[in-house]
């Protein structure tokens, strides 16, 4: 069965400190993976895609195939990245999956 | 460009009444998908629709239908509306095959309360 599973509901950490959301997968083709991003009062927005490698704001995700893992890291945490952050998987339909989210709060 | 609007901002219905949400896509996409999100839970994918046709579609009842128009806008129709349909519905539009189709963008949402 396709699953995202992000095991922290809730993910609370001083400013400064370093950040990682969990995710794992289960697929049985080759996924594409997402992270998005819901800020307070403000519409979800993609964050990255594991294809593209790239950082941003920060914050980067290694596909892991051998662990169905695709955490989300940030070696700094900022205040601004207090957010509700979801971990969703594409499957070859273009059907989004989601993760049941990760708040994440960034303590000053 | 206003990007993905959605209509009505939110709503309340009763049990048994139905209700139609609307969807206009951001300028250029063509293709447009429809999310319900209970609270405290991620979105699931009702149905998505691309040339006005129900492309795919997730493990929703029949009471939840679809329609897009010339124009790449969208409507999803609830029947016999369940206490269990209050959510946050989403809609996202995107464009065509890859590698459009992998950025969907999102809507503010249409929040539908059932009493």
């Known amino acids: 069965a396709q699953r995202v599973t992000q095991p922290e509901k809730l993910l609370s950490v001083f400013k400064g400190a370093p950040v990682e959301l969990k995710c794992n997968y289960s697929y049985s083709g080759s996924p594409e993976l997402f992270w998005y991003v819901q800020y307070s009062r403000q519409r979800l927005q993609l964050l990255l895609r594991?294809?593209?490698?790239?950082s941003i704001k920060g914050f980067t995700a290694d596909l892991n195939k051998g662990e169905t893992s695709f955490h989300l890291k940030k070696p700094f945490a900022q205040e601004e990245d207090s957010a509700m952050y979801y971990c969703a998987l594409m499957d070859s339909n273009y059907q989004l999956i989601w993760g049941a989210g990760t708040k994440l709060i960034i303590k000053p | 460009d206003a990007g993905v609007t959605q209509s009505p901002t939110h709503l309340i219905k009763t049990r048994g009444q139905q209700v139609t949400l609307r969807c206009s896509p951001k300028s250029g996409h063509d293709t447009v998908s429809w999310y319900q999100q209970a609270l405290g839970q991620g979105p699931q994918f009702i149905f998505q629709y691309y040339e006005e046709e129900e492309r795919q579609r997730g493990n929703f009842p029949d009471r939840f239908s679809g329609h897009q128009f010339p124009n790449y806008s969208s409507e999803l129709n609830v029947n016999a509306l369940l206490l269990g349909d209050s959510a946050l519905y989403l809609c996202?539009?995107?464009?065509?095959?890859?590698?459009?189709?992998?950025?969907?963008?999102f809507g503010p949402g249409t929040r539908l309360t059932v009493t």
């Open positions: 594991h294809i593209s490698r790239e």
């Open positions: 996202a539009s995107s464009f065509g095959g890859p590698p459009g189709a992998y950025e969907q963008y």
